[in-house]
Nanobody, 119 residues
Framework: QVQLAESGGGLVQAGGSLRLSCAASGRTFNNYAWFRQNPGKEREFVAHISGSGDSTLFADSVKGRFTISRDNGKNTVYLQMNSLKPEDTAVYYC??????????????WGQGTQVTVSS
């Protein structure tokens, strides 16, 4: 059974940092991505990373503040979020199975982890 399990969300003040983790089990994926979503809004691309980790892409809204990395030995992907802003508040989802900024292209999803940034 393929599973993606996110962790690391929580409540943080503006300007603070959080690190999200996404542990994959059941198979190995080449590419991973992070998306986020607020109620009533479409799921929004945040970042993705290639199999080797050499290629990354970030949404303009998080560029320079977020980094994405992976530990292939642990089958885990990380999203380091620095200088957090209230507008970063959302449920963050890990996705795998594509190399795209479109959420519809992904077949595998985690359950999501809430990130709340207070002002």
């Amino acid at each position: 059974q393929v599973q993606l399990a996110e962790s690391g969300g929580g409540l943080v003040q503006a300007g603070g940092s959080l690190r999200l983790s996404c542990a994959a089990s059941g198979r190995t994926f080449n590419n991973y991505a992070w998306f986020r979503q607020n109620p009533g809004k479409e799921r929004e691309f945040v970042a993705h990373i290639s199999g080797s980790g050499d290629s990354t892409l970030f949404a303009d809204s998080v560029k320079g503040r977020f980094t994405i990395s992976r530990d292939n030995g642990k089958n885990t992907v990380y999203l380091q979020m620095n200088s957090l802003k209230p507008e970063d508040t959302a449920v963050y989802y890990c996705a795998a199975g594509a190399f795209s900024t479109r959420w519809l292209d992904y077949d595998y999803w985690g359950q999501g982890t809430q990130v709340t940034v207070s002002s």
